[in-house]
């Protein structure tokens, strides 16, 4: 059985940058890629990662990206035009 600091902590405690940088690494974008984009140095969006795999309990940005999409923190939507595109709630 884990630990209580093993235990994924309630997705309303992900801040709104981390959700900035979740829909980047959804996105595919590498470290570098979303400190470019954010305007933040590439330890603070590794500070980030590390925070959310800690929160959502995931062990790497693949399970980070699943567990995002099954608890409904990201969903995608097919527009119109039959292309897929991301957006967090």
Not at 54 to 72: E, Q, Y
Request: proline share 3%; charged share 25%.
């Amino acid at each position: 059985m884990a630990d209580d600091h093993d235990r994924p902590v309630p997705l309303t405690s992900i801040t709104g940058r981390e959700q900035d940088v979740l829909m980047l690494v959804a996105e595919g974008a590498a470290n570098v890629e979303i400190a470019d984009r954010l305007v933040i140095s590439v330890r603070t969006v590794k500070f980030h990662l590390s925070n959310l795999l800690h929160k959502l309990g995931a062990r790497d940005r693949a399970h980070l990206i699943a567990l995002s999409f099954r608890t409904g923190l990201l969903t995608a939507t097919v527009p119109r035009d039959g292309s897929l595109r991301r957006r967090t709630n």
